[in-house]
C-alpha cells in the first residue's frame, strides 16, 4: 500500500497525511469497485436526456456475478487446517469455532476479489481470547518499510460513528493505540502492548500486482449497460413511434402536445391527399445485438471467469469441461498461493501471543482443550 523509511515514528500529523492519501485511493479506486459490485453503475450517473426522450438506465451486475462464481469456486470447499500435535490440532479447531473461520475466509476471498486486497486483524477481545476479523480497504490498510523485503511497520483502521465523528487504531509490532478525528487527529488513550510478535494484521492479496477480480473488465461492464439500456429505448422508441400526419398544417400551439405525444407534421404538395401513418427509424437491431454479445464474451474472457449460465456449459464433454475451467483454474491457483503465505503469517501472529500459548500447554480431554 504505503512504503516508507523503517525508522519513522507515528504522530497525529503522520495519521492525518496517510489516513488522508488512503482516502484519496478509496475515493479514485476502492469506492467504484465497490459501487460496481452493488450494481451502482455509471449508467446510472449519466446526465438525464430531456422529458420527452425515453432514458432507460438497465445494468447486469456481472461484477457481482464474477465475483460471487469464483468465490464460490476458491472457497466453497472450506480451508483445512491442521498440526502433528495434538494440543496445537485441537486449540486450531477451537480458534476456527470461536471465530467462525470458514465464513471468515469467504468473506476475505470476496473482498479481495472485489478490491484486489483485504485484511485480517488480530486482537485480545474482552472474554480473554484471541479474536480476529477480516476488513475491507476501504477502511484499513497496512503501512510497510521501503526495504526489498517490505516488511510492515504499521496498521491503521478507521470509521466513522453514527454521529459522524471518525475514530480509529494504529499498531506497530509492539503496541496499539487509539484515535480520534475533532478537526484534528488526537490520541484517546495510551499505547498498550498487543502480544503479538509482529503487526497484528495480515494483508491477504489475489495476485502481485493487487489487482480486482472483474477491475479490468469494468470499463466493459459499463459499456455493456449503456448498450442494454440504449436497447430498451429503441424497444420503447418501437412501441411509441412518432405519428407523421402530410397534406395538413398543424397549429403552432399544439406543436408541443404533438412533441409529447410523439407527433411530426410535414406540410407539403400532395394533391389533397391527406397521409397519416406512424414514422419509423431504421432497424439497428442486428448491430446492437453483435456488440451486446461480443462485450458479454470480452467481459469473461477477460476476467478469466467462466460463465457457467452459459446454455454450452451444461451439455460439455468431460473434456471440455476442463479446458472451459482451465482459466479458471489457474487464477484460482495464482490466488491459493497468496493466501496460503497470508494464513502462515496469522497462525504465526496467532501463536506468538501469550494466550494461545497458555491453551497449548493446557490438558486435551475428549478431543476439547480444558479451559484455564
Known sequence: MFNISADAQISPEFL????????????????????????????YRL???PGWKTDNRVSINYAKYIVDTMSGFFMGVPVKTGSDKDQVKAYMELLDRYNDADDNNAELSKIADIHGRAYEM???????????????????????????????????????????????????????QHFVNHGSYQWVDEPRQHGFSGVPATEFVNNEECMGLFEGVLPAINQYNKALSEKCNDVDYFADAYLKILGKQVETDDLEFLRRNRIINFVGDTDGELTVDFLQKPNADATQENLIARLERLIFQISMVTNINDENFGTSSGIALRYRLASMSNLAQVKERKFTSGMNRRYKLIFSNPISRGHRINKIHNGTIIPR
Open 16 to 43: 492525518g497525511k496517510y489516513i488522508g492519501k488512503h482516502k484519496a485511493l478509496v475515493r479514485n479506486r476502492y469506492q467504484p469497485l465497490q459501487d460496481a459490485y452493488e450494481n451502482r453503475y455509471d449508467i
Open 47 to 49: 446526465p438525464k436526456k
Open 122 to 176: 488480530y486482537f485480545v477481545d474482552d472474554s480473554g481470547n484471541i479474536g480476529l476479523s477480516h476488513l475491507s480497504p476501504l477502511t484499513a490498510f497496512m503501512i510497510y518499510d521501503n526495504s526489498i523485503l517490505e516488511r510492515p511497520l504499521f496498521f491503521i483502521r478507521y470509521y466513522k460513528d453514527e454521529n459522524g465523528v471518525e475514530w480509529g487504531s494504529w499498531s506497530d509490532s509492539t503496541v496499539v
